[in-house]
């Protein structure tokens, strides 16, 4: 007779949860980018130097996936703080 067991696979329940972690904090970064698109266009009512300060956060955003590889979960994320 041949004998079946489960076997638990922790590292790809880690990976797993990680990747989930990760599609959490993108979306909310998605959103965010949304959310401040008009500060970059043509006809934004802010002056050049909010301008920048908004373009520098959006920059922030962009890059928190490479910036914040290490962390592991939605609440270890650092996320910028918006211009005023």
């Not at 949304?34 to 050049?48: F, I, K, Y």
């Not at 300060?53 to 955003?61: F, I, M, Q």
């Amino acid at each position: 007779t041949s004998k079946k067991e489960v076997v638990k696979d922790d590292t790809a329940k880690a990976a797993w949860e990680q990747a989930e972690e990760w599609k959490r904090i993108r979306k909310q970064r998605t959103r965010l980018l949304a959310e401040t698109d008009w500060t970059q266009g043509a006809d934004s009512p802010l002056t050049s130097a909010k301008k920048t300060a908004w373009a520098t956060y959006r920059t922030s955003l962009r890059t928190l996936p490479e910036d914040q590889k290490s962390k592991t979960k939605y609440s270890d994320i650092t996320w910028p703080t918006q211009p005023s």
